[in-house]
């Protein structure tokens, strides 16, 4: 295919794998990274964006993002890099799609939620396609945050899974996702939103228990106060202790 496709972000678990779809499809595909001096560098972080030489391209796909245990930085670097790339693609007069979640809501608890919200509203003024997958899954990889829930189900005998918490995750299935992608790239059609979700929703106990039994594992779930749960891993983040789950991740199930 003769259309350049530019994916925002390197290391994330649909980047890489949305990358080696459109290959397989014959795209011209580039991931950016933050490597200075290269021609794919782009960082959110920077904010007047001079040092992007990025080449011309015909699809951005933007799917970066940037953790902060700061909201205001987090807000900073996430939305103003952006707006950044945005300007980048409109430059180029490139398609945007945009790919937000479940969680963007403008009443959303969690820092994560919030800013994606504000994200999508910015990507309505550059007429970008936006989806909003569920949880995106992939059963063939322990990657992404079902992954991670999956390691721990596999591995455990035991897991203390917060109850109280108000809000079902969706779930959409990685191949859906990228197959949706790949219409919005093909498309001549306006811009879009999409949400992208299976049928059934989970409380997380349910997800924990589905994922047990495609794994035929066979687990005791200890339900225990989401807010005992959010403060111990709150203390951990900032002890910097690498977790499978955030704290932001329970905040956007309340």
Known sequence: ????ILITGSNGFISKN?????????????????IEGDISFFDLKDNLYIKNKLPKFDILIHLAYLRSSSYLLEKKYNFQGSKNIFNIAKNFNAKIIYISSQSASQNSKSNYGKIKYEIEQLSNEYNANI??????YDLNTDLGLYGRISILVKKMPFLLVPNGLKKKINLCNIDTLFSK??????????????TLYEDQKYTLKALVKKI?????KKIFIIPINYKIIYYIIKTLEILNIKLPISSDSIKSLL
Do not use: C, H
């Not at 295919?1 to 350049?4: E, F, G, H, V």
């Not at 949305?18 to 950016?32: Q, R």
């Not at 047990?212 to 035929?216: K, L, V």
């Open 1 to 4: 295919m003769d259309k350049k």
């Open 18 to 34: 949305l990358k080696n779809y459109l290959l397989l499809k014959k795209y011209k595909v580039n991931n950016t990274n933050r």
């Open 131 to 136: 989806i909003r997958p569920g949880l995106v």
């Open 181 to 194: 992608i790949n219409d919005l790239i093909i498309s001549e059609s306006d811009y879009k939103k999409i």
């Open 212 to 216: 047990a039994e495609i794994n035929n």
